[in-house]
């Protein structure tokens, strides 16, 4: 089976000691590998379970981008549960509105919370987790017979019940619930890793909220493509740019305002390295395509309906050649 949770498990136990994601914080990076993901998402399914979390429920989670809220995404399709997950950034108005949008919550999640109940499941935090190799954990999950619970949970696994939940906001309004299963964000997944031209030296910069799909969909493509992804705790521009050569990035998604402090900040003009600039969220500016077009970044433009005429017109008016597809539109610089 090729959905999110076998090919998960197929790449932890085939492929235990290769990178999973990397954690570039204010310090050095941290490597979590998928054999090391894996006993953590499996860990804190368990543990959530035991605290009376049932298949089917829904646990919110209120984190900011870091390893827990990756652990936590794949918890969740372990145990079964939907995972709410609400932008730490909401006001606590918003955050209680997503909550009433919700109706039913088996728990919330943050930051303590999480930590707490990885040490109540393994005796571990998760970055101690980061340091012990493929082969002691093992060991570990035999003697806490996390094994056992993990083939059960394999075999139960749905891809078409169960997923997560994200919030769409606009203006005033109150968020609303967007639920996502698993085998909607597979497919997506898998159709962008063919028009995006992912390959076996794909390494993605993941820079976006993981609570929002633009940023969650980097975690997975790069999970159905078996290539490891950087998680940016926060979002620094230089880092993003310094990270570029040394570590063989290849993919970044973006929104038009990182975009433009890229481009002020490329003092070394490692833009245009990129295979691909994804760039989302609103039409960005006809200045903007033209200093991404000097720097000679490849853009590609994930696209409306609305939009895509303008875009090709406008980037055929600056001089680029615009390939459309149905879900991208390409802007390259014609020379």
């Known amino acids: ?51 009376g979390v049932q298949p089917g429920s829904i646990v919110a989670c209120r984190m900011y981008n870091g390893p827990e809220l990756v652990v936590a995404s794949l918890a969740a399709a372990w145990g079964g549960f939907d995972l709410a997950l609400v932008n730490p950034r909401f006001s606590d108005r918003q955050h209680q509105e997503c909550l009433d949008e919700l109706g039913s919550v088996a728990i919330t999640l943050e930051e303590g919370d999480f930590t707490r109940l990885m040490l109540d499941a393994c ?44 919030f769409a906001t606009k203006g005033t309004a109150a968020p609303v619930a967007v639920p996502l299963t698993w085998a909607r964000l597979t497919r997506s997944a898998r159709q962008a890793n063919e028009q995006l031209k992912v390959g076996k030296d794909t ?85 903007l395509l033209r200093a991404a077009d000097k720097a000679g970044a490849h853009l590609v433009m994930a696209h409306t309906v609305d939009a895509d005429a303008d875009l090709i017109s406008r980037g055929h008016e600056l001089g680029l050649n615009c390939t459309y597809d149905k879900d991208y539109i390409e802007l390259v610089a014609r020379n």
């Open 203 to 287: 390494v993605w910069q993941l820079v976006l909220p993981l609570c929002g799909i633009d940023g969650f969909q980097v975690m997975v493509r790069s999970l159905m493509n078996a290539t490891p992804f950087l998680l940016y705790s926060r979002y620094s521009t230089l880092r993003v740019l310094n990270d570029v050569l040394p570590l063989k990035v290849t993919h970044i998604s973006v929104v038009a305002t990182h975009l433009r402090e890229l481009l002020e900040c490329d003092h070394d003009a490692v833009l245009c390295e990129y295979q691909c600039i994804l760039l989302g969220g609103a039409e960005p500016s006809g200045d």
């Open 123 to 166: 005796g571990m935090e998760l970055s101690e987790i980061a340091q012990v190799s493929a082969g002691e954990l093992a060991a570990k999950i035999d003697a806490d017979s996390l094994k056992d619970f993990a083939e059960e949970r394999l075999e139960a696994f749905d891809p078409e019940a169960c997923g997560v939940v994200m």
């Open 1 to 51: 089976m090729n959905d999110l949770l076998h090919e998960f498990e197929r790449l932890s136990r085939v492929y235990g000691e290769h990178t999973f994601f990397c954690l570039q914080d204010d310090g050095p990076s941290i490597t979590y590998s998928f054999a090391q993901a894996n006993f953590a998402s499996v860990a804190l399914a368990q543990g959530l379970l035991r605290n």
